[in-house]
């Protein structure tokens, strides 16, 4: 299997690409702020969040260099989420010690 990459994209597509990421992102980042244990975790999920809102909206939909890393970057930061998530639900599935 060869590997991705971005040239030739219509740049409509990319931004598309690149706001659908940033959105993926976001919902991960909502799942971790929602199983947080506590109010100061919460908070820094939330400002992550926003962060995320913040970059996305200063990349321009013309800066195709800006987006391709942001899309990269938050790529593996949702990925290394859905890691932590998904080991979070499989502890919560272990019998409990008696």
Avoid at 1 to 7: K, N, P
Wanted: hydrophobic share 40%; charged share 30%; proline share 2%.
């Amino acid at each position: 299997m060869s590997e991705f990459t971005y040239d030739g994209i219509d740049p409509v597509v990319l931004y598309d690409m690149f706001y659908e990421m940033g959105t993926q992102l976001g919902g991960h980042i909502i799942a971790m702020a929602r199983t947080s244990n506590n109010e100061a975790e919460r908070t820094y999920w939330y400002h992550r969040l926003r962060a995320v809102d913040d970059e996305r909206d200063s990349i321009d939909w013309r800066d195709a260099d800006a987006q391709i890393l942001a899309i990269e970057r938050w790529k593996q930061e949702r990925d290394d989420l859905v890691a932590i998530l998904e080991a979070a639900r499989q502890d919560a599935r272990q019998p409990l010690a008696v």
